[in-house]
T-cell receptor, first 115, second 111 residues
Framework: DADVTQTPRNRITKTGKRIMLECSQT?????MYWYRQDPGLGLRLIYY???????NKGEISDGYSVSRQAQAKFSLSLESAIPNQTALYFC??????????????FGPGTRLTVL | KQEVTQIPAALSVPEGENLVLNCSFT??????LQWFRQDPGKGLTSLLL?????REQTSGRLNASLDKSSGRSTLYIAASQPGDSATYLC??????????FGSGTRLLVRP
Protein backbone atom coordinates (compact mmCIF):
# COMPACT_ATOMS: atom_id res chain seq x y z
CA ASP A 1 0.00 0.00 0.00
CA ALA A 2 1.12 3.52 -0.79
CA ASP A 3 2.53 5.51 2.14
CA VAL A 4 0.98 8.80 0.97
CA THR A 5 -2.46 8.65 -0.62
CA GLN A 6 -4.55 11.36 -2.21
CA THR A 7 -8.26 11.39 -3.00
CA PRO A 8 -9.72 11.93 -5.46
CA ARG A 9 -7.12 11.21 -8.17
CA ASN A 10 -9.07 13.13 -10.78
CA ARG A 11 -11.82 15.71 -10.41
CA ILE A 12 -13.71 17.89 -12.85
CA THR A 13 -15.80 20.66 -11.36
CA LYS A 14 -17.45 23.94 -12.27
CA THR A 15 -16.55 27.51 -11.42
CA GLY A 16 -17.84 28.53 -8.00
CA LYS A 17 -18.06 25.03 -6.53
CA ARG A 18 -16.41 24.10 -3.24
CA ILE A 19 -13.85 21.34 -3.56
CA MET A 20 -11.89 19.37 -0.98
CA LEU A 21 -8.79 17.35 -1.73
CA GLU A 22 -7.66 14.88 0.90
CA CYS A 23 -4.29 13.49 1.83
CA SER A 24 -3.51 10.64 4.20
CA GLN A 25 -0.20 9.14 5.20
CA THR A 26 0.90 6.02 7.02
CA UNK A 27 4.54 7.06 7.37
CA UNK A 28 4.09 8.56 10.83
CA UNK A 29 5.59 11.84 9.66
CA UNK A 30 4.82 15.07 11.51
CA UNK A 31 5.14 17.50 8.59
CA MET A 32 2.73 17.73 5.66
CA TYR A 33 2.59 19.96 2.58
CA TRP A 34 0.32 20.87 -0.32
CA TYR A 35 1.78 21.89 -3.72
CA ARG A 36 0.35 22.67 -7.12
CA GLN A 37 2.00 22.06 -10.46
CA ASP A 38 1.08 23.87 -13.66
CA PRO A 39 2.11 22.52 -17.09
CA GLY A 40 5.80 22.99 -17.78
CA LEU A 41 6.47 24.40 -14.35
CA GLY A 42 7.87 23.12 -11.11
CA LEU A 43 5.84 22.68 -7.95
CA ARG A 44 4.76 25.67 -5.87
CA LEU A 45 3.94 25.48 -2.18
CA ILE A 46 0.35 26.31 -1.16
CA TYR A 47 0.26 25.50 2.58
CA TYR A 48 2.32 23.48 5.03
CA UNK A 49 1.89 22.11 8.52
CA UNK A 50 4.72 21.16 10.87
CA UNK A 51 2.38 19.50 13.37
CA UNK A 52 -1.34 19.19 14.09
CA UNK A 53 -1.60 22.65 15.65
CA UNK A 54 0.62 24.40 13.12
CA UNK A 55 -0.60 25.77 9.75
CA ASN A 56 1.45 28.07 7.52
CA LYS A 57 0.83 29.81 4.23
CA GLY A 58 3.12 29.02 1.35
CA GLU A 59 3.92 30.92 -1.81
CA ILE A 60 0.43 30.80 -3.36
CA SER A 61 -2.19 30.40 -0.60
CA ASP A 62 -4.81 32.85 -1.93
CA GLY A 63 -8.06 31.04 -2.79
CA TYR A 64 -7.13 27.97 -0.73
CA SER A 65 -7.57 26.80 2.86
CA VAL A 66 -6.37 23.72 4.72
CA SER A 67 -7.24 21.58 7.70
CA ARG A 68 -4.93 19.25 9.64
CA GLN A 69 -7.48 16.87 11.15
CA ALA A 70 -4.88 14.52 12.61
CA GLN A 71 -1.19 13.87 12.26
CA ALA A 72 -1.96 11.56 9.34
CA LYS A 73 -4.51 13.73 7.51
CA PHE A 74 -4.19 17.08 5.73
CA SER A 75 -6.99 18.44 3.54
CA LEU A 76 -6.91 21.22 0.98
CA SER A 77 -10.08 23.18 0.16
CA LEU A 78 -10.97 25.47 -2.68
CA GLU A 79 -13.89 27.50 -1.30
CA SER A 80 -15.02 28.77 -4.71
CA ALA A 81 -13.10 27.15 -7.53
CA ILE A 82 -11.99 29.19 -10.53
CA PRO A 83 -10.53 28.02 -13.88
CA ASN A 84 -6.97 29.16 -13.12
CA GLN A 85 -6.93 26.68 -10.24
CA THR A 86 -6.88 23.91 -12.83
CA ALA A 87 -3.64 22.09 -12.02
CA LEU A 88 -2.03 18.96 -10.64
CA TYR A 89 -2.04 19.00 -6.83
CA PHE A 90 0.46 17.09 -4.72
CA CYS A 91 0.59 16.29 -1.04
CA UNK A 92 3.94 15.55 0.61
CA UNK A 93 5.20 14.50 4.03
CA UNK A 94 8.47 14.68 5.93
CA UNK A 95 9.85 13.63 9.28
CA UNK A 96 11.53 16.36 11.28
CA UNK A 97 13.01 13.79 13.66
CA UNK A 98 14.84 11.78 11.01
CA UNK A 99 18.56 12.00 10.53
CA UNK A 100 18.07 13.26 6.98
CA UNK A 101 16.83 16.82 7.15
CA UNK A 102 13.26 16.88 5.92
CA UNK A 103 13.41 14.58 2.92
CA UNK A 104 9.96 14.92 1.42
CA UNK A 105 7.85 12.06 0.09
CA PHE A 106 5.09 12.76 -2.38
CA GLY A 107 1.64 11.35 -3.05
CA PRO A 108 0.49 10.39 -6.56
CA GLY A 109 -1.26 13.70 -7.20
CA THR A 110 -4.80 14.90 -7.91
CA ARG A 111 -5.61 16.27 -11.33
CA LEU A 112 -8.20 19.04 -10.88
CA THR A 113 -10.02 20.67 -13.77
CA VAL A 114 -12.24 23.70 -13.17
CA LEU A 115 -14.58 24.50 -16.06
CA LYS B 1 14.01 35.12 -2.67
CA GLN B 2 15.36 31.71 -3.62
CA GLU B 3 15.06 30.87 -7.31
CA VAL B 4 15.92 27.54 -8.90
CA THR B 5 16.72 27.19 -12.59
CA GLN B 6 17.18 24.00 -14.59
CA ILE B 7 18.97 23.81 -17.90
CA PRO B 8 18.23 22.48 -20.44
CA ALA B 9 14.43 22.50 -20.39
CA ALA B 10 14.39 19.48 -22.69
CA LEU B 11 16.96 16.96 -23.86
CA SER B 12 16.86 14.12 -26.38
CA VAL B 13 19.71 11.59 -26.50
CA PRO B 14 20.32 8.16 -28.03
CA GLU B 15 20.37 5.17 -25.75
CA GLY B 16 23.70 4.49 -24.08
CA GLU B 17 24.86 8.09 -23.82
CA ASN B 18 26.07 9.59 -20.56
CA LEU B 19 24.34 12.87 -19.79
CA VAL B 20 24.33 15.74 -17.34
CA LEU B 21 21.38 17.76 -16.09
CA ASN B 22 22.05 21.12 -14.50
CA CYS B 23 20.42 22.95 -11.60
CA SER B 24 21.33 26.37 -10.23
CA PHE B 25 20.01 28.28 -7.23
CA THR B 26 20.41 31.89 -6.17
CA UNK B 27 20.77 31.62 -2.37
CA UNK B 28 23.43 29.32 -0.94
CA UNK B 29 21.68 29.15 2.47
CA UNK B 30 20.09 25.75 1.91
CA UNK B 31 19.63 22.66 4.09
CA UNK B 32 19.59 20.16 1.27
CA LEU B 33 19.00 19.61 -2.43
CA GLN B 34 16.82 16.86 -3.85
CA TRP B 35 16.55 15.43 -7.33
CA PHE B 36 13.18 13.93 -8.29
CA ARG B 37 11.89 12.00 -11.26
CA GLN B 38 8.35 12.58 -12.55
CA ASP B 39 6.68 10.37 -15.13
CA PRO B 40 3.82 11.86 -17.20
CA GLY B 41 0.73 12.37 -15.08
CA LYS B 42 2.37 10.72 -12.11
CA GLY B 43 3.79 11.72 -8.76
CA LEU B 44 7.36 12.48 -7.83
CA THR B 45 9.93 9.85 -7.01
CA SER B 46 12.89 10.96 -4.93
CA LEU B 47 16.16 9.98 -6.60
CA LEU B 48 18.89 11.54 -4.49
CA LEU B 49 19.14 13.94 -1.56
CA UNK B 50 22.36 15.81 -0.84
CA UNK B 51 22.68 17.49 2.51
CA UNK B 52 24.29 20.93 2.58
CA UNK B 53 27.45 19.49 4.14
CA UNK B 54 27.87 16.88 1.39
CA ARG B 55 29.42 17.17 -2.05
CA GLU B 56 27.78 14.27 -3.85
CA GLN B 57 25.51 11.26 -3.65
CA THR B 58 25.36 8.17 -5.83
CA SER B 59 22.66 5.62 -6.53
CA GLY B 60 23.25 3.06 -9.24
CA ARG B 61 23.78 4.87 -12.54
CA LEU B 62 22.95 8.24 -10.99
CA ASN B 63 25.39 10.66 -9.42
CA ALA B 64 24.44 14.06 -8.04
CA SER B 65 26.91 16.74 -7.03
CA LEU B 66 26.46 19.90 -5.02
CA ASP B 67 28.58 23.05 -5.03
CA LYS B 68 26.80 25.24 -2.52
CA SER B 69 29.15 28.19 -2.82
CA SER B 70 28.52 28.54 -6.55
CA GLY B 71 24.83 27.61 -6.27
CA ARG B 72 25.03 24.63 -8.60
CA SER B 73 24.13 20.96 -8.73
CA THR B 74 24.43 18.41 -11.49
CA LEU B 75 22.73 15.07 -12.01
CA TYR B 76 24.84 12.66 -14.02
CA ILE B 77 23.12 9.69 -15.64
CA ALA B 78 25.43 6.99 -16.96
CA ALA B 79 24.61 4.70 -19.87
CA SER B 80 21.13 6.12 -20.39
CA GLN B 81 18.21 3.79 -21.18
CA PRO B 82 14.76 4.43 -22.69
CA GLY B 83 13.30 3.78 -19.23
CA ASP B 84 15.11 6.88 -17.99
CA SER B 85 12.77 9.04 -20.09
CA ALA B 86 10.94 11.34 -17.68
CA THR B 87 11.02 14.86 -16.28
CA TYR B 88 13.75 15.47 -13.72
CA LEU B 89 13.10 18.08 -11.06
CA CYS B 90 15.62 19.75 -8.78
CA UNK B 91 14.52 21.28 -5.46
CA UNK B 92 16.37 23.06 -2.67
CA UNK B 93 15.25 23.31 0.94
CA UNK B 94 15.59 26.90 2.07
CA UNK B 95 16.36 28.23 5.54
CA UNK B 96 12.66 28.02 6.57
CA UNK B 97 12.40 24.34 5.60
CA UNK B 98 10.45 24.97 2.41
CA UNK B 99 11.25 23.18 -0.85
CA UNK B 100 11.76 25.45 -3.85
CA PHE B 101 11.50 23.68 -7.19
CA GLY B 102 12.97 24.27 -10.60
CA SER B 103 10.75 23.84 -13.65
CA GLY B 104 12.41 20.59 -14.65
CA THR B 105 14.30 19.01 -17.53
CA ARG B 106 12.27 16.78 -19.83
CA LEU B 107 14.48 13.88 -20.92
CA LEU B 108 13.85 11.56 -23.86
CA VAL B 109 16.17 8.60 -24.39
CA ARG B 110 15.73 7.23 -27.91
CA PRO B 111 16.15 3.47 -28.49
Amino acid sequence: DADVTQTPRNRITKTGKRIMLECSQTKGHDRMYWYRQDPGLGLRLIYYSFDVKDINKGEISDGYSVSRQAQAKFSLSLESAIPNQTALYFCATSDSTSGIIDEQFFGPGTRLTVL
Amino acid sequence: KQEVTQIPAALSVPEGENLVLNCSFTDSAIYNLQWFRQDPGKGLTSLLLIQSSQREQTSGRLNASLDKSSGRSTLYIAASQPGDSATYLCAVMDSSYKLIFGSGTRLLVRP
